[in-house]
């Protein structure tokens, strides 16, 4: 059973900074493409990052313009664990973000930029 469990959302002031995690279990976590969507109140899901494996080392990364230079995607497949490294937040980034895998997401993170 695929299991996604998402942490480290929070209240934070604009340019503040949080890191976000999601444990996953239940599938070859090291062999699959994981991505970070977030969706604001009263508005549609928003992708904002996609992390897959490469064939010959290194993963190929993408991201949105919207946090582009802001966040950070990455994992670490030791502990089968995707993370994103939000910098720079802005007003606007305030969402529930969710981790994916295939057609499986989690319950979602919290993340408030509020002064």
């Known amino acids: 059973e695929v299991r996604l469990v998402e942490s480290g959302g929070g209240l934070v002031q604009p340019g503040g900074s949080l890191r976000l995690s999601c444990a996953a279990s239940g599938f070859s976590f090291s062999r699959s493409t994981m991505t970070w969507v977030r969706q604001a109140p009263g508005k549609g899901v928003e992708w904002v990052s996609s992390i897959t494996p490469g064939a010959v080392g290194g993963d190929s990364i993408s991201i949105a313009d919207s946090v582009k230079g802001r966040f950070t995607i990455s994992r670490d497949n030791t502990k089968n664990t995707l993370y994103l490294q939000l910098n720079s937040l802005k007003i606007e980034d305030t969402a529930m973000y969710y981790c994916?895998?295939?057609?499986?997401r989690g319950q979602g993170t919290q993340v408030t930029v509020s002064s």
């Open positions: 994916k895998y295939a057609n499986s």
